[in-house]
């Protein structure tokens, strides 16, 4: 199952606020993503983690975007995941291109 996307907010712990709810709302409709949730959320803090400074709120966003995937084969106890990916992106922007 796999998984796209992003979200703007005015500062850093903004961002990651809204990445959890983002994921939570994926493992909602994807259950199987309850598996990689940590890690997920753990990989988009370090990355938006990685901005030493805020961004100036009136003029600019935290920009993350993320997506991923979990390949698996059999069901219920003998699951067996076989693939995993995630890819994030993290940038700030001028508010008035976003």
């Known amino acids: 199952m796999s ?7 005015a500062n850093k712990a903004d961002a990651i606020a809204k990445v959890e709810a983002e994921f939570a709302q994926i493992v909602e409709y994807q259950p199987t993503h309850a598996k ?14 990685l901005f030493v400074v805020e961004p100036p709120a009136e003029i600019e966003v935290v920009y993350v975007s993320m997506s991923g995937s979990l390949g698996w084969r059999g069901e219920g106890d003998g699951e067996t995941r076989t693939q995993g990916s995630v890819n994030v992106t993290v940038s700030i922007r001028s508010r008035a291109s976003s």
């Open 3 to 9: 998984y796209f996307f992003s979200v703007m907010a």
């Open 36 to 49: 990689d949730k940590d890690a997920v959320v753990a990989f988009a803090k370090a990355y938006v983690g």
